[in-house]
């Protein structure tokens, strides 16, 4: 391994600069990479993987590389967040492409009217997007599932731990209408909160973006019961990109493979195995945090209970993703405030399908971003 | 360059084997990268480009690194088959993913009914379903181009040279209602036909599977005058996959660099060059099939006449990368006689919306089924 420093390399941002943190772009997580070297290197040949095909074999998943599912259920595994002993494995180019394919799968093919997709606000800012985009005959968006009152059959997605706010969620849906559900557990993994469970749903979407930081890479997996919704995702990601990239599938063996290896070889220092470091990068964040928001009279963020996690053996609070910040009395739009005041791009609240007074920050970007960010978080007052 | 023996390694199949040439994966190809060897390579680095970003100073296409849109552009100006000067280039995972950008992109945002999308039969069999597969209220499959009708606005594909039968082709429909043009122009490139001109249109569409054989990395392009649908045609891919996997990009930096230096730089010896190497490939392919063709009772394939390419200098016949064949008199279904009789998958011509007397095969595959389905055409005999 290659010893790298793990200080920041401390630039300076001048005050008038903007920080991003709109997007949630996992950059945080390229030191650990860069830490374990040349070893987590790939190598692909001119002549290799020019085939659409990637396993002949899987009646499902035709283009996908058999080491791919290989990796998928072993990471799994590992960790135990996920049941995939008798379960179905379709890839795409990230969640984002999966989840469409899900809602697709889900929809009824004739239907007299499109069916609503749902999620409880707070809900993930793209999911409208992505519903509404090419104004399909099958389904639409439906809003917050929380405040659904119709006697139709539904898709609900949940989001757990949620994205924007970290919180552990189930369906909210009460209605005698037939309900699909789809589970985005894109942040159900340890760095981000405890594993108290080994999840067990019908469709569950994972992204390799959210789990090792590689968003680059575009891969996103599901998991899932039913052959025929597999089938059909399969289908739609046929028809929308003939499958995903096979340099990303050699990536991601590569990268899962080194993940499970540190679990499961002996002699692995704890410090250097990938959740452990990551969780503890990411609490060392959240600790900073909140000795600055525990003293600021402008914005407040609410607190999280601590769980055991089967994974790391220890009871431990959260520490998402994203901050879900939200502002005192008498400042209505926390993201104009944040753009205006402290030259930080955050993405407000409505865009969640909640009030402007609560706005959105990557936790996970760079750290002089990140500390940057504190620094004009402490130095907010209320005018 | 590691010289490899270029002989079909003669692997027996067996009578019964069914020969699989109903897809168009272009593997043959593999053989000229492998002789290029190792320097055709690429290496990432576990740590190495784990952002969603690719260029935060490109106004329209945000997730293309700066480099990939540079050997692009060098690409056509080596090949000198499409105008990029003074156009925008918007990356797509395969032309497949880009398509359907074009069609969002050209299609009215708030339509009273939905556009229709046409293409002269016989026309690229995914284009329905690519289309259909969402029941978009936007756009909607409008069938043939050359009976359209209608007095109404709509979006013309024109596939040239034409996926399935490799003929030159222009617009066709001739309606007094405007209409908006995607040139797909996948099989454009030397080793398919003669490059008779610069095409300038104002949205075209390419392809990595079919310019270089690189299909597994799933990646496309497409060339665009007007910069509002450029930005149109990033929204649709970043909702639809939030970009292309930068692995691939990767590749197709290392790959386009490689055919661009074999013609740019000088010793470079002409038979080791990717155009005049896969052009004479695919010549001698069709040499040996016509001369199959010209003796059968049960099939025939239309001729293709001579055009002078200014790539190559030369005057020659397309050598296109599928096979359009015709059953004679008696045989009402060509794809089910090549099944039944020749043990050969093919995709019949309903699928290209014309007779099912038709049938296309793969020109691309490897030397043994090549080799193979001459040998089953050549014994074929009309009962």
């Given at each position: 391994m290659v010893v790298a420093t793990e200080k920041s390399n401390g630039r300076n941002i001048s005050p008038n600069t903007i920080i991003e943190l709109e997007k949630g772009d996992p950059v945080v997580f390229e030191k650990y990479w860069r830490k374990r070297g040349e070893e987590c290197s790939i190598v692909i040949r001119g002549w290799e993987m020019m085939s659409y095909l990637g396993d002949a074999k899987n009646n499902v998943c035709w283009y996908m590389l058999p080491e791919v599912e290989r990796s998928i259920r072993r990471l799994h595994h590992v960790v135990g967040n996920a049941v995939t002993h008798d379960r179905y494995i379709v890839v795409g180019t990230g969640a984002t492409q999966l989840f469409q394919a899900s809602v697709f799968a889900l929809s009824p093919p004739h239907p007299s009217k499109p069916i609503n997709v749902l999620a409880a606000?707070?809900?993930?800012?793209e999911y409208q997007d992505e519903i509404s985009i090419l104004r399909s005959g099958l389904y639409q968006w439906g809003g917050d599932a929380a405040s659904y009152q119709k006697n139709e059959p539904y898709i609900e997605v949940i989001t757990s731990p949620n994205n924007p706010d970290g919180i552990i969620r189930g369906p909210v849906v009460k209605s005698e209408a037939k309900g699909k559900l789809i589970h985005d557990l894109a942040y159900y993994w340890p760095h981000y909160t405890p594993i108290t469970h080994q999840a067990d749903h019908d469709l569950m979407l994972f992204t390799f973006s959210k789990c090792t930081?590689?968003?680059?890479?575009?891969f996103g997996w599901a998991v899932v019961k039913d052959i025929e919704v597999a089938k059909k995702m399969t289908k739609y990601v046929q028809l929308s990109s003939i499958g995903v990239s096979k340099e990303t599938q050699t990536r991601v063996v590569k990268i899962i493979g080194v993940v499970c290896d540190g679990y499961q070889n002996f002699g692995s220092m704890e410090s250097e195995l990938f959740f452990e470091y990551s969780k503890r990068l990411l609490r060392e964040r959240w600790q900073k945090l909140w000795a600055v928001i525990d003293e600021s009279k402008v914005f407040s963020v609410a607190k999280y209970s601590k769980a055991v996690c089967n994974f790391t053996n220890d009871s431990s609070e959260p520490s998402p993703g994203f901050i879900w910040l939200k502002c005192e009395e008498g400042i209505e739009d926390c993201e104009s405030y944040l753009l205006e005041k402290l030259k930080v791009r955050a993405r407000g609240g409505k865009r969640f399908g909640v009030d402007s007074k609560y706005a959105r920050i990557s936790m996970i970007g760079t750290d002089d971003d990140f500390n940057e960010f504190l620094k004009r978080v402490s130095n907010a007052k209320k005018e």
């Open positions: 606000a707070p809900f993930y800012s930081g590689h968003a680059g890479s575009r």
